[in-house]
Every structure is written in structure tokens, then in C-alpha cells.
């Protein structure tokens, strides 16, 4: 037997329907037939009563005929035993004073984040489910049965299909409760949990000979950096991407031995399931057994196209870099030397990417050119010293689990060391206080009484080990590690300053000429005299190295100017066709020029939305970079650095000037980067615990407990009881392995499909990375405030509705160096989340001319300045109207003064609506916009949280100033050029 025979037995233990099988009655002659099991015989256990119990046996044999799930059911009741105290409060003592729930119209299930109480989660035609459920396992017993390899490899195959596909198939499963009277975690969640445990409980290096023995449990946390700094790093949007993604890959690559050996059920945080990149593992991991196309056209297609998943998206999914930095895993602590195989991973992956770096530079660009033959070794060197691995394993107890052990306590794994321990390094503890009172209610104590942790199952302790967890890594952090890299005394690298250039050639001077020829054979590259390290040479060439790894070429990201341009091409797609002809055939020549000296320009890529505006009769005109519509492109200096093409005929570029002067484009040169992040989503994440704000509402204990069983305990006990429950279900329920799960696989679903679409189809943007909660996208820059409006309500839908997200915005000119504007992006979301104090916007606006102005506010103010830029271009509203709201506020207040009294705030309130009659008075047209509204926003704006205007004598400057700004901002949006996409 293998470690997965265990975990699909594990994971079938119980039947997914459970809920649904449990309402019939076991004593009645025809429930058997009804679920079609009465001539169903358990191969190796003939005595089954419950009927449950029978139906797992069938599924479970339509996979791996002959085999039996209660021949391992002491370890798997005992990983059982251990899920569900980690997700449930009630104990099955206090539980069984309450009647079971078993009626169809009173099962319901508890959405913990969407605050949603799902009722009549199990319909009238749910036997047609079960039927459907019936079939999908039979096409999975077909399947299993065509591969050429033994039962444990079957079980492999099974395990991870029904893993990855069941949630999408059957998406009843997710709101199936696993539990009638603590309906708050799901059927699957529950199966995967008990698949997981088991594994962590099992010596699994001797389950194949036959042993099944104990092992601790225990927890890896595992991350790899440094993570803002290697992003921000970046002269081109192609740079940024690859920062992102290389850091989710690697982060890939280290999970790759662990799940290959335990599972991907193993990882907690983030969940696997449904990322791109593990159902690429697993269909590669499938392929020894079938072939990997036959596989996929007969067992994954027709589960994409029931799924509604179409192929073409898969391949846009693959490159959103979407899995984050760190995971968190249980593990058998007799297996923890995997660790040692997921840091092997990382450095093979980047020694054999050094190896491809020097291939392609041999290959493509200096194939008739002798290299530097320690080029290899010098890139390796750089590579695997520059990202920084840290980890931290956390036994759970010190005991083995007794596999023999299934009662009060499952395994004998108890919670007492985990108090001990917690004790010594955390004080006071809000999160054990409350775990402490959980245990004291399961086991009758009075409140004076101490508990007796050794009473108390390891399940209870989740919370407090994921603490404990934490302190270890942040001690292992702050021991840093010291690598030798060696050092050549040569140029710091020109795009990060902290490495040593690498040589292409064997000497300095071959070397300029080598990347001097990197240059002319791939014009835009690298900049003149540009010269990398062997880190930024890796993020430079990323795409080509894994479009090699995918099978797929990766087209280049938008530039800056491109996606400035985007307004532009969109008006002249729309109303302009004469002018792209001209155009077109002006531009042609200019390149037919270029062309004639030897050299190239590439043709680049451009947003999505385009795309599909354009058809195919102008697909050539988007891929023109938005740079060639500007003026100022067409210099022989600039065209010289950016692309090292020299000797161009000044007549070529005057013609190209004079006609894109005739033709007044005279568009913004302006882009917006939107930086979103989760507000909170460390204390989501770390646990349910007390808020210095009011403004999260963490889900409470109650809430998750079924209402009739709420209202029976609360009626079954005496009046000091009922207090005392009452109390406790008002507070803040403990972080769950469930609650992980949910969370992640949200976030997963949340950056896949909902940022995209949002960011490049709607809003005409290009997605860089979304990182569950962290999303950084370029925008134009008139839709750049709108979407993250529509990006934070949707991740409300679609994550958290308790939760808020909070922006930073940068508009800046589209030469203005992408390091500096992204550094300034997460100042802004800094500031959105602290000044703003959080579900909040903030933009910077940084003017060619280096002046900076800021602004922002609550996501309520999106509607106020949307209806600014829509008067603004509607004629209704002038621009000198909001320079004069400006102008007023900074000619009374002084900048100097940290508050201004209620008499100048009165002042200001007269000026703004004299200067309203005043643009009344010169005919403007009707506008959106009132001056009651200006008033309302102005008063709410100022006003301090908590505070009533009318109570207010003193108010604070800077936010005087930044309400006058908003005006700046929707001017600015609302800009020549800037279109209403």
C-alpha cells in the first residue's frame, strides 16, 4: 500500500452527499435501493449497517475494485476526530444534548465571509445529483482502469482528480455541510482535511511496507524573498511581470517535491486547488500513466467545457502570478527532511534557467560570437545567492499519534504542551483566553475552575500553534544567512546598482561590444550601454525562458507609452479610419528607412480591449507602440538610447513630425498604476481575533451554529448557563483550517477570473500581478479610478463582504522612470490605508514637470468625482471653476497651521458657492453636479471619523486641501484626449 491508497480512502470516507444520505432511514427495506446500493457487497467487509458508509465502499470501488475503506478506519477516524474540533466550538458531548439535524428543509449552510445563510442546500431533485455524482465516478473508474500502471499509482491519479475537479462539478459540495448543527465548513473542506491529517499522523516512509505507524504532526511554514525590492526593480513593464511572476514560479517550483510526495491537500494556505500552475503538474504528473493528450481530450476537456472554462483562457491564466511567497503545510514531522528537498528544487530550477540564459544568448543573439565560458557559473553564482529562503517546522506535539486511538482523545495527541509553550512566550493572549473558555464550556468547568489541557484534543490548538509558528519564523528571520559571491571589481549593474555586471566575453572591452550586439539583434531590450546583472539579465529574458518551459511563445507586456496612447487609439478607431491609413503608410516608410540601415523596429504589444476593438483589419495598427503617434519619439537621440539604431535620415523623422503635428493628436502622455491590497488581510488570515477597529466584523461563534441548535442549547440550560453562551457566541470565532481554505481558494478565484476581466477587458488596462488580494495593474488614465471602484466591490461578491480593499493610484507622464512611480504607487497605498485610514483610494499625481500633488478618499468620493469629470466634458462645469476651488483654499488656509477654525471652514463654504452662482451666472449648461452635493462632500470630507459636522470648531488643513485637490484630479481625468471608455 501506498501513502495515496491512504489518502483516497481517507478522502471517501465519507460521501459527499453525506447530508443527503443521512436522512434516510437506515431500517427501511427500500433506502438501499433507492441509492442504488442494495446489490452493492463490501469486497472485504460484509457487515456494513450504516448506509453512508456502504456508499463510500461503492464509489470508493468503482476506482479501486476489491479495496475497503474500513480496514484503515482507525487512523482516518482519528484524522477525523482531530478536523473537527479545528473547525467546530461545540464538542460532540454538548452537540448530542441537541437533536440531530436530518430534515431536508432545515439543513442549511453558514457562508463565514458572504455573511449569507445558504437554506434548502439539499433541493427536491437531489437525487439526480447523486446519480450525477454516481456517473462522474464510474468515468473515473474507466479511466483509471486504461492506465498502464499499478493500484497505488491509480490511487494517485483518482486522488488528485477528484481533488481538483469535484468542487467545479458538483458545486453543491461547497455548500454541503459536513456537519447539520455547525453548518459553516463544507462536505469537501472536511474530506481534504481528514485527507491531509491523515498524512501528518502517518510514518509515511513505512506505510509502503505495510506499516502503518504513528508519526507527529507538525506544521511547515516556508518563505522565499526578498519580494518588493525584486519587483520594483524594473525599467520595463515587461520587467515588472517578470518580477512577479519568477517569485510565484519559484514559490511553484518548492511546493513541486512536497505535493509530489504528500499531496497538495497538505498545503493550508494558499489553497492549491484551482491554481493554473498545479493543474499543469497535474496532467504532467498524469502522463506516465496515459498519454498526456489522450488524457486530456477524454477525462479534462469535457470537465472544462461543463465548467464553462474555455482553452483559450488557460493559457492567459498560467501567466498571472497568482501564487504568493510564502505557504503554510501540515506535514509528518518523521518526513521533514522534505524541506530540504523544496530549497533543492528552487536551486536546481535557477541553475538550470542559468543554463537556458546562456543558451539563448549563444543561440539567438551571439551564435557566431565566442562567450565567456564562466558566463554560466556567474549567473548561477548571482541567482541562487540573491533569493533569500527562509522556514520554520513546528512539531505539534511530542508524541507519536497512537494509530490505534480513536476516542476522547484522537491519537493521544493532546493540547497540552501547545498551552505550555504559548504560556511562556505570549503572556496574555486574547486568542488562548478564548480557546480556554471553548474548553472550559466542552468540559462543564466553572469559570473560576482551570481547564486541563491534557483533556483537550491537539484540534483545539490550531490558533494557538499557528502563533507559535509565527514567533519561529520571525526568530529565524533574524538570523540572516552570509553567502559567498564572488567579486570581479567591475560596474554595479545598471538597472538594480547592488550586483556586478556580468561578462558576455572574456575582457571589458569585448564585453561593450557583446551587449552592444544583444542590442542590434533585438532592438529594445536593452537600452544603450545597458549592461545587467545576472538577476535582471534572468528577469529580462524571463519570457522567452518559460514560453520555453510552457510551449507557447509569451508576447511582450504594453510599454508605458502604449498604454498613455490607448484613449488616442481608441477615438481613432472609432471616428478616425482616413487618419490610420495616412498613418499606416507614413509609418511603413519611416520603417522601410530604418530597415534599409540593417536594422528593425519589432512590433509591440497592446492591451486586450484593443485587440477586440480593432478586428482584424487594424490589428497591425495596435501593434504599433503608442510612442509613434508622439511627436517627441521621432529624434535621432532617443531612438539612438532606446533602441541603438543609428544613421537615420533627419528628413525620415521631420516628415513623421510634421504629420503627426498636422494631424493634432495632441493626447495626454499620461499613465495611471493602480496598486490594490486587502485591508486587514494579515488579521484574516493570522485568526478572528479583537480590532483596534470597529470597522471589522469578524464572524462570530454563533454564527455558525445551526439556529434551531443555537436556540436549544440557549433553552436547555439555566439562566448562569444561558449567560454564559451567549457570551461566548458573541465572540469573535478562532481561525479554522476551513476559514484558510475558503479564503485562498476565493482569493485564487477572485485574481483568475475577476481582476482580468475587469482590469484588460473593461477597463482597458494590463494586468501585472494579482496576488489573491494584491493587484497591480497599468491603466489608462481616465479609467484607472473606476476600475479599482469596481475592483473592490467585486472582491466584496466575491471574497469577503466584511472585508474592504484600499488603492494607491499614480498618474505620471510615460517616460518618468517606472521604479520611482512604482515606489510612489505603494506610497500612495500606504497613505490610502494610514492617512485614509483604510477602504480608501489615494492618488498621486506627479507632472512632467516633477510637481506632485495628492488627493484621495473614502470609495464613496469615486461618484463624486465621476460626476465632476462627466460636467467637465460635458461643457457644464469649466476648468477655471475648479482651479478657483483650488485657488480659494490655498489663498485662506495656512499650510502651516496643522487646524482652521470653523470660522474660515465657513468662509470657504461661502466662497464655493459664490463661485457656483457665479458659473451660473455666464450660462453654463445644466450640470450633474449641485452645489448642494459639493457642500454634502465637502462637510463629510473634513469632518473627523465618528465626529458631527455641526459639532466640529476646528478642522484639519491637509484635509481641506485634499477636498479642493479632488477637483485637480477630475480635471486632469477628464482631460483633451482622455476618452470615456
Known sequence: MSIWKLKLKAFLHDPLDKQWILSFDNNQPNT???????????????????????????????????????????????????????????????????????DHKDICFRDIYIEKLEENVICKDFENKHQELEEFFKLLGNVCSEVTCNDEEKAKLAFLLLWQYVPDLFKWVNIHPADSRIPSHSIYNHLVQTSAITTA?????????????????????????????????????????????????????????????????????????????????????????????AFVEKFIKPIKEKCCNPENEENEKLLIANIPNRFLAIIPNSKNTIVEECKRAIENVLKNFAKEIVNIIKEQYLEEWETNPFLQNEIESQLTSYFQIYYAILPWTTNKCNSQNSGTIPGGLT?????????????????????????????????????????????????????????????????????FIPYYNREKCHLCGENEIVFLAKDEEKDKLYWHKLREKKPGLFKQNERLCGVCLFKRLFPKLIGKEFGFQILSFPSTSEIASIPVKVELLKSNQKFI???????????????????????????????????????????????????????????????????????????????????????????????????????????????????????????????????????????????????????THPVTPTYHQILSSRL????????????????????????????????????????????????????????????????????????????????????????????????????????????????????????IVYDLQNGSISKV????IVEVMNHLLDTEQEYVSRKIVDILELEIKRLWKRKKKYGEKESVLKIEDIIYYFREYITEKGKIFEDCEIFKTQNILMFGYLFSLAKFLAGKGDLNL
Open 32 to 102: 438501499k435501493t433507492q441509492l442504488n446500493v442494495d446489490n452493492f457487497v463490501c469486497p472485504k467487509n460484509k457487515n456494513h449497517k450504516a448506509v453512508h458508509e456502504i456508499v463510500a465502499e461503492k464509489f470508493l470501488n468503482y476506482i479501486l475494485p476489491g479495496e475497503c475503506i474500513e480496514e484503515l478506519l482507525p487512523i482516518i477516524k482519528i484524522a477525523d476526530r482531530i478536523s473537527y474540533p479545528m473547525n467546530e466550538v461545540l464538542s460532540e458531548k454538548l452537540k448530542s444534548k441537541t437533536e440531530k439535524i436530518r
Open 581 to 731: 491609413e495616412e498613418f499606416l503608410e507614413k509609418y511603413n516608410e519611416f520603417q522601410k528607412s530604418i530597415e534599409e540601415s540593417g536594422k528593425k523596429l519589432s512590433l509591440s504589444e497592446t492591451v486586450p480591449a484593443l485587440k477586440r476593438i480593432s478586428g482584424d483589419k487594424h490589428q497591425y495598427f495596435c501593434s504599433i507602440d503608442g510612442q509613434w503617434l508622439m511627436e517627441e519619439s521621432y529624434s535621432k537621440e532617443y531612438i539612438k538610447n532606446e533602441f541603438g539604431i543609428e544613421n537615420i535620415d533627419e528628413s525620415d523623422l521631420e516628415n513623421m513630425r510634421s504629420f503627426l503635428k498636422s494631424a493634432n493628436l495632441n493626447f495626454s502622455r499620461y499613465l495611471a498604476i493602480l496598486q490594490m491590497d486587502g485591508d486587514h488581510m494579515g488579521k484574516w488570515i493570522r485568526g478572528f481575533g479583537k480590532s483596534e477597529s470597529d470597522e471589522i466584523k469578524f464572524p462570530t461563534i454563533g454564527e455558525t451554529i445551526h439556529p434551531k441548535v443555537y436556540d436549544e442549547l440557549l433553552k436547555n440550560s439555566n439562566d448562569t448557563e444561558k449567560e454564559k453562551l451567549k457570551n461566548l457566541f458573541s465572540k
Open 201 to 293: 499522523i502517518t510514518d509515511v516512509d513505512k506505510v509502503s511496507s505495510g506499516n502503518l505507524e504513528g508519526s507527529i504532526p507538525a506544521f511547515l511554514l516556508f518563505t522565499i524573498g526578498p519580494v518588493q525590492g525584486f519587483i520594483a526593480t524594473a525599467r520595463k513593464t515587461q520587467d515588472l511581470w517578470a518580477g512577479s511572476y519568477i517569485l510565484s514560479y519559484l514559490t511553484y517550483k518548492c511546493l513541486e517535491p512536497l505535493i509530489d510526495k504528500l499531496g497538495p491537500d497538505v498545503v493550508i494556505y494558499p489553497n492549491l486547488r484551482g491554481q493554473p500552475l498545479i493543474e499543469r503538474w497535474i496532467y504532467k504528473t498524469s502522463s506516465y500513466a496515459i498519454d498526456e493528450k
Open 881 to 884: 471653476f475648479c482651479n478657483q
Open 415 to 483: 493540547s497540552e504542551g501547545v498551552f505550555h509553550d504559548h504560556k511562556i512566550l505570549f503572556k496574555e493572549s486574547e486568542i488562548r483566553n478564548l480557546i480556554e473558555e471553548i474548553i472550559r464550556l466542552n468540559q462543564g468547568f466553572k469559570n473560576e475552575e482551570e481547564i486541563n489541557p491534557s483533556n483537550a484534543g491537539i484540534g483545539r490548538a490550531y490558533p494557538l500553534l499557528l502563533d507559535l509558528l509565527e514567533k519561529l519564523l520571525g526568530a529565524r528571520k533574524s538570523i540572516r544567512d552570509i553567502q
Open 748 to 867: 485564487c478565484d477572485f485574481a483568475l477570473h475577476d481582476v482580468r476581466k475587469i482590469v484588460e477587458e473593461k477597463y482597458f488596462g494590463k494586468l501585472i500581478y494579482a496576488g489573491g488580494d494584491d493587484v497591480l495593474a497599468l491603466l489608462p488614465v481616465n479609467t484607472v479610478l473606476n476600475c479599482a471602484y469596481e475592483l473592490q466591490e467585486q472582491y466584496k461578491k466575491t471574497v469577503n463582504s466584511r472585508a474592504t480593499m484600499s488603492a494607491g493610484i499614480v498618474i505620471a507622464h510615460h517616460k518618468y522612470p517606472l521604479s520611482l512611480a512604482l515606489k510612489a504607487v505603494r506610497s500612495a497605498e500606504k497613505k490610502a490605508k494610514n492617512k485614509l485610514g483604510r477602504n480608501a483610494f489615494y492618488v498621486q499625481l506627479i507632472t512632467h514637470s516633477g510637481e506632485i500633488r495628492e488627493c484621495g478618499g473614502k470609495w464613496n468620493f469615486v461618484e463624486f468625482v465621476n460626476k
